[in-house]
């Protein structure tokens, strides 16, 4: 076993890491950027090396500076978590080359997965079953048409070097195959510089299932499947294990497919094969189609974790220090089940716009699992994932632990910046999900009823003037036992006002609203300076005490600006000032959570100034681009 490991990476995944190599008895060492000089991960490792600005570009993706990290402090190999670094082939030569290990399968097992048509051409040729399409070299956009005519609509176009669901069209009609082709390649040139793709039959009723391998370079093992259909726009938001409703043949056939496709590139360490699943007619073991192989740890190991009993990280560690996996397949077996919620910093009903802040509260209920790169203090920068923890839960049957997993998200408390934990504790209720009938097109079939948030209760605002009277006075002023009045108490949460009244009635404080008396509500409340953060149900209601001059002086000045509508990387800026501009017309594209946005002109007029270049990152609200006040002839 190694003595000391770099981790090229931060927030949650960084930690977990650490958790493991701590009780192997592993020395760790964390790299960070200038945004994360403070972040939890850096506090976990026994030494942190700075490496650079807070862009990835600048830090986390320098393979060079991660390496001399890695020689200066003596760490014999580097763990690369995921995203960043963990799937490019030429860090992983560059860390062999400076004679290190690197943590994770060779450079030419990524090499042989990372253009998903080269990949679909070897599992083909390796007797896995893959989703039937053109993954030929002949791009000639009429040779793709008349491919996907041979298909049959609706068909898939996808990125050739694609991930985290970019460059993906799905095309129903052939009259509309050449648009979507063009957008497709203009998405994927500017995410991945490679404007290749292929062309795949649309499944029906998709169900995205996973099987997580291990190999030692000499044989492999699988460790069950993972279900990953709860995804909007192609990103997973809830995955359990095992996948419900799997009959044993079609457990053992995908099992067997993706042994079948680890050793066919003499695969080392943890790996996934995503499949992707018709179910039609349920689920049948000749209705799997490999999609892709994933050549790192997944975001979601922890359900595979939480059903083997194994550490995923620890088999790693012990495969990439040179020793034989250490189970046989004949010893592994499936406990209960598993469930992890992806818990972001997101404005849901704006549109799942991600958002950023400073957690003012941060706590997560007895009985789950939560592994989080962030402590109650911490930032939410607009530079990263805005991802704040991943919920894991475990019981005996699916829906004990669906259960389990409605209670954990119940009682989770995050205070300090929007989130979708109200979105996923109304997809752990929703009845089809609980019937374990899942499909990709799930949430976004019922996305009205999954994105309302209700508005704070009585209770809820009662708790909170309570809270804004603190600390309460031994008596009011002018009080008597005859008329037990009091003090008026005001509070602003958005545009809505929340007006009461404080009594103390033998000295008990009540709180009079919308005419009815009643004590301080059973409900968690924090106070993080005047902010009054009120938990219900795994809701966070955020108050302030009414500042009437406050609200004057915030309104006004924005409108000529094109705002930032959420924190992101501005790719590209069409204008320049003196340019005159169309309502409708593009300013500039932002890239936020994976996916771009184009900002367009909200009036005609005169562009007076451009605020913001490519390349840099901006937070939400930020003016990019000022339109002159007079409107042209
Ligand atoms: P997974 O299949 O493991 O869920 P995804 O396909 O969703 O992963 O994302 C691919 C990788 O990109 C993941 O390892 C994830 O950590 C990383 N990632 C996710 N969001 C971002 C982001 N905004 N910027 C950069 N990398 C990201
Ligand atoms: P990425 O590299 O972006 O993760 P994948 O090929 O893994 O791309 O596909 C992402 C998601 O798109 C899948 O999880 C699934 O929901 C959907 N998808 C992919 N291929 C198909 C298909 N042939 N039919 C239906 N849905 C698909
Ligand atoms: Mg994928």
Same mark, same amino acid.
Request: with cysteine; charged share 20%; aromatic share 6%.
């Given at each position: 076993m190694f003595q000391k490991i770099l981790i090229a990476n931060r927030g949650e995944i960084a930690c977990r890491i650490i958790a493991t190599a701590r009780r192997l008895g592993v020395a760790t060492v964390a790299v960070y950027s200038e945004a994360d000089a403070q972040a939890r991960h850096v506090a976990l490792a026994d030494e942190a090396v700075a490496i650079g600005g807070p862009a990835p570009r600048d830090s986390y993706l320098r393979g060079d500076a991660i390496i001399a990290a890695a020689k200066a402090t003596g760490a014999q190999a580097i763990h690369p978590g995921y995203g960043f670094l963990s799937e490019n082939p030429d860090f992983v030569d560059a860390v062999e080359a400076a004679g290190l290990v690197f943590i994770g399968p060779s450079a030419r097992a990524i090499r042989a997965m990372g253009l998903k048509d080269a990949a679909k051409r070897l599992m083909a040729e390796a007797g896995v079953p893959v989703v039937p399409g053109y993954h030929g070299d002949n791009q000639d956009p009429e040779h793709l048409a008349g491919a996907a005519d041979g298909i049959g609509y609706p068909v898939l176009i996808k990125a050739v070097a694609g991930g985290g669901g970019k460059g993906m069209r799905k095309v129903t009609r052939a009259e509309d195959f050449a648009a979507a082709l063009d957008s497709a390649r203009g998405e994927a040139a500017t995410a991945f510089g490679n404007d290749a793709v292929l062309i795949e039959k649309y499944v029906e009723k998709p169900r995205h299932i996973e099987v997580q391998v291990f190999g030692d370079g000499h044989d492999a093992v699988h460790l069950f499947e993972r279900d990953c259909s709860l995804q909007r726009r192609h990103q997973k938001v809830i995955e359990e294990a095992p996948a419900p409703g799997m009959p044993d043949a079609m457990r053992a056939a995908m099992g067997e497919a993706a042994v079948r496709a680890a050793r066919a590139i003499g695969y080392k360490g943890a790996g996934t094969i995503e499949f992707i699943v018709d179910a039609s007619e349920g689920l049948r073991p000749d209705r799997f189609w490999f999609m892709e192989m994933n050549t790192r740890l997944q975001v979601e190991h922890p359900v595979t974790e939480a059903i083997t009993g194994v550490d995923l990280v620890e088999w790693q560690l012990r495969v990439a220090s040179g020793e034989a996996l250490p189970l046989r397949q004949?010893?592994?077996?499936?406990?209960?089940?598993?469930?992890?919620?992806?818990?972001?910093? $997101?404005?849901? =009903?704006a549109g799942f716009l991600p958002a950023t802040g400073t957690l003012a509260h941060l706590a997560f209920p007895e009985g789950a699992r939560a592994d989080t790169g962030v402590r109650s203090g911490d930032r939410i920068s607009p530079w990263y994932d805005p991802m704040i923890a991943k919920v894991i839960v475990h019981g005996p049957t699916r829906a004990a632990a669906l259960q389990q997993l409605s209670r954990a998200l119940a009682g989770t408390q995050v205070a300090g910046t929007t989130t979708n934990l109200v979105f996923l504790g109304a997809l752990a209720r929703h009845p089809g999900f609980a019937a374990g009938d899942v499909d990709t097109g799930l949430i976004e079939r019922d996305l009205t009823s999954l994105v309302a948030e209700p508005a704070p209760s009585v209770a809820v605002r009662a708790a909170a003037l309570l809270a804004s009277a603190a600390p309460l006075p031994a008596a009011l002023p002018?009080?008597? /036992?005859?008329? %037990?009045?009091?003090? *008026?108490? &005001?509070?602003?949460? #958005? @545009? @809505?006002?929340?007006? #009461?009244?404080?009594? /103390?009635?033998?000295?008990? %404080?009540?709180? /009079?609203? $919308? #005419?009815? $008396?009643? %004590?301080?509500?059973?409900? =968690?409340?924090?106070?993080? +300076?005047?902010?009054?953060?009120?938990? *219900? &149900? +795994?809701?966070?209601? *955020?108050?302030? %005490?009414?500042?009437? /001059?406050?609200?004057?002086?915030? &309104?006004?000045?924005?409108?000529? &600006?094109?705002?930032s509508p959420m924190p992101g990387l501005v790719k590209a800026v069409f204008v320049t000032a003196g340019q005159e501009v169309r309502a409708g017309d593009r300013l500039a594209i932002l890239e936020a959570m994976k996916m771009e946005h184009?900002?367009?002109?909200?009036?005609?007029?005169?562009v007076a100034e451009v605020l913001a270049s490519a390349g840099t990152q901006v937070e939400a609200g930020a003016a990019l681009i000022l339109l002159a006040e007079e409107v042209p002839a």
């Open positions: 004949d010893q592994l077996a499936i406990t209960g089940h598993a469930f992890e919620a992806r818990l972001y910093a $997101e404005d849901v =009903p002018g009080f008597t /036992l005859w008329a %037990p009045l009091v003090r *008026s108490l &005001a509070l602003r949460r #958005g @545009e @809505e006002v929340t007006e #009461g009244q404080l009594i /103390l009635r033998d000295g008990v %404080p009540h709180v /009079l609203l $919308e #005419g009815v $008396e009643m %004590p301080a509500p059973a409900l =968690p409340v924090i106070r993080a +300076g005047d902010d009054i953060h009120v938990f *219900s &149900a +795994g809701q966070c209601f *955020s108050f302030t %005490p009414v500042d009437p /001059l406050a609200r004057e002086a915030s &309104a006004g000045a924005a409108g000529n &600006a094109t705002l184009t900002l367009t002109a909200a009036r005609d007029g005169v």
